[in-house]
């Protein structure tokens, strides 16, 4: 079965090249990819409603006939307008923007019948749906239908026609033997294809039977690198470099600061190779810590490298160890994938011979090409955006390579010892001196003319905002990034709005974060993406709409964003209209408490193993699906002892199911 799965995704019939090169971008690479963009919920199709049963706002499938059909407007932004009539006479009117190919689609011929599913709007004595999806009625089947979010410009729809073929795909291949093998296809056919009487305590069944064989892997893949932890390594004291470093700075260590340091200095100097994880709260100064460590290794003559998961991160990580070093006269250089040839070269040559002594980039710094003439401190940030895996390959560029990987992401202690086991932990919490707590309210919706006024007397001040919102499609519930980003751009016509999302090309995320931090526009409308390594100190406002669809630990790291200078930074949680008691409890306490490891606590608490379908946050060390914040129960149910009960043949399979659950590399 995992030979299917392992199948390239070009397999699939109505995926060409170009389709396929998208996915890939969004890391769809197999048939197994695919089967694990799971439904964010289901439509029950079991009746359909006439259109005089329809109510307003409320989704809903609908059976009729193409009455008429018009076209308006000009070019590729054209408009197809459809009336439908139902079997009782009613109308409705469908409405597709930017359509101009579905005018030529024979389906939707006068007198042809389809079915469609949307969300009705009543105006003007009619009723009319905007972009609902639709299928000719004979291949429509009553029942639950999954809902799946879009993927690579694709639409929920047309993803699930693909999924459709990867299933078939699958259900085709031979008897399995194998009980992982069954259960698998059990736990993929009930949650893509379930049965006409949908029971959701089977789905929830299936989700936690994937999430157990992804930890059972991740599992399995950490007690393999165990083997290679323990090992002799150069030791390195605390040298002149150092010293110079630590007189340098504008400050003293804090007490969190010096902590870790004297951690890491022993580490360095026991002989062994170092395998720490430091886990420091959002502005705690992690990048000081690693400064020292690198300077310790340059003071011996040997090399530093420190990886990030995207080129913003790594480029401001440049920048403010360029600043900490050039005094000491040492060269630190960056390396993405944006590095031009002629620069490459001349840096991988630096690099080979020992006269560049300090690195920073993206995965780039993984490539075969890229040769340490003594490499003796990898350091990785942000470390959970990368997978078990990638974590160490940095180390492989060297012999003995000591291992320094950060996090501002806060993860309950008792979840930190089982997901990162082959590390030792650091915590550093508190604030770099001159920084004060970020002021945080919760917003009802109907506030927003005041919060408006506000935002205009911070402006009026040279502050930035910025402006999270849940999602980038306008086809989910809720208002998207640009649908949001336009509505502020004509509340305030003063200003330059800019909108940013994860799918936006590398240098157009670079260009937007850099006219936002250089004041050319002074208000952003982003996803998470901006929730690690954007820093801007003249930020003072983020408001995070839909606050209660995050988790507390995230909903922290985007406060983060703020309160990054002297001035008093602000954070708005702005509330859903239909708040649960668990939910306002949550925003409460994330009002009421600045520390990101009692507010992962208090997550975990609140949310326990989690109650939600396709609820997803940010992946940690890599995981499709297990969520830290989420599944904390079952992290603590199956840990090493678990897996040590397993039968060698068990512990075969495991690594053969590898290559299907292979731990994710977030790009940027």
């Known amino acids: ?58 989704s809903a499938r609908v059976h009729g006939k193409v009455l008429n059909k018009q076209q308006r407007g000009f070019g590729q932004k054209q408009s197809l307008h459809l009336q439908l009539v139902d079997d009782a006479g009613d109308l409705l009117t469908l409405t597709f923007f930017n359509a101009a190919y579905m005018m030529r689609d024979q389906r939707l011929t006068e007198g042809r019948k389809i079915t469609v599913r949307g969300v009705p709007e009543h105006w003007q004595g009619r009723w009319q749906m905007s972009h609902p999806e639709w299928q000719v009625i004979e291949r429509f089947q009553a029942g639950f239908s999954p809902v799946y979010g879009s993927l690579a410009g694709m639409s929920g729809l047309r993803i699930s026609g693909f999924i459709a073929k990867a299933m078939q795909q699958l259900q085709g291949c031979s008897p399995l033997d194998s009980v992982l093998d069954r259960t698998l296809l059990q736990a993929l056919t009930t949650i893509h294809t379930p049965e006409h009487d949908l029971d959701m305590s089977m789905i929830a069944r299936a989700h936690q039977r994937l999430k157990v064989e992804e930890w059972l892997v991740y599992l399995h893949a950490l007690q393999l690198q165990r083997a290679d932890i323990v090992q002799p390594a150069s030791i390195y004291h605390n040298g002149a470099i150092v010293q110079q470093l630590l007189q340098q ?17 022993k580490d360095l100097a026991k002989g062994e190779r170092m395998h720490r994880l430091l886990q420091g709260d959002v502005g705690a100064g992690k990048t000081v810590i690693a400064a020292l460590a690198a300077a310790m290794v340059i ?28 005094p000491l006269g040492i060269e630190v250089a960056l390396l993405t994938g944006s590095t031009g040839i002629k620069a490459r070269r001349q840096l991988l040559e630096n690099l080979a011979d020992g006269r560049l002594s300090l690195l920073i980039g993206t995965h780039a710094l ?11 401190l990898a350091m990785v940030d942000e470390q959970h955006r990368f997978g078990v895996q990638q974590r160490w390959f940095l180390t492989e560029k060297g012999a003995s ?19 990162y086991g082959d590390m030792d932990l650091s915590l550093m919490q508190g604030l770099p001196p001159g920084r004060k707590p970020i002021e945080t309210r919760v917003l009802a919706q109907e506030k927003f003319p005041e919060l408006l006024a506000g935002m205009q007397r911070l402006l009026a001040q040279d502050g930035r905002i910025y402006w999270i919102v849940p999602r980038i499609d306008d086809d989910e519930a809720g208002i998207s990034v640009g649908q949001r980003a336009e509505l502020l751009q004509q509340q305030l016509p ?39 390594g954007v820093n801007v100190p003249e930020a003072r406002l983020i408001v995070i709409e839909q ?13 983060g964003r703020v309160g990054r200078s002297s001035e008093q930074g602000y954070c708005l949680l702005v509330a859903g209209s239909e708040l649960s008691t668990t939910a306002m409890q949550r925003l409460q306490k994330m009002r009421d408490c600045h520390d990101g490891l009692e507010l992962a606590e208090m997550d975990l608490q609140l949310r326990g193993a989690g109650d939600a379908i396709g609820v997803r946050q940010s992946g940690e060390a890599g995981f499709r699906l297990l969520d830290p914040a989420l599944d904390g129960a079952l992290i603590r149910s ?11 043949k068990q512990k075969m399979e495991l690594t053969a199911i590898s290559t299907f659950w292979r731990p994710t590399m977030m790009h940027e």
Do not use: C
């Open 494 to 532: 003063e200003e330059r709005v800019l909108a940013l999302h994860g799918r936006m090309k590398p240098k157009e995320k670079h260009q937007v974060l850099s006219d936002f931090a250089s004041g050319q526009a002074r208000v952003l409308v982003s996803t998470t993406v901006v929730e690690v």
């Open 249 to 265: 700075l504008p400050f003293q260590l804090t007490a969190a600061q010096a902590a870790v340091w004297q951690d890491i200095t």
């Open 638 to 648: 199956y840990d090493l002892a678990t897996l040590n009960r397993l039968s060698p």
């Open 1 to 58: 079965m995992y030979a299917v799965l392992t199948q390239p995704i070009s397999i699939l019939e109505g995926v060409g090249p170009a389709l396929a090169k998208r996915l890939q971008q969004r890391q769809v690479i197999t048939l197994g990819d695919l089967l694990l963009h799971l439904p964010k919920s289901y439509h029950d199709d079991r009746q359909s409603l006439s259109i005089a049963q329809l109510q307003t706002g409320v």
């Open 547 to 559: 606050a209660e669809q995050y988790g507390l630990a995230q909903l922290h790291q985007l406060r």
């Open 366 to 376: 993984l490539t075969e090409d890229v040769r340490f003439h003594h490499l003796a």
């Open 299 to 326: 003071a011996d003559g040997a090399q530093a490298a420190l990886m990030a998961p995207t080129e913003v991160l790594a480029t401001q990580h440049h920048v403010t160890l360029q600043g900490l070093f050039a």
């Open 401 to 419: 390579v000591h291992l320094l990987a950060m996090t501002a992401t806060p993860i309950p202690r008792s979840l930190a010892m089982a997901i």
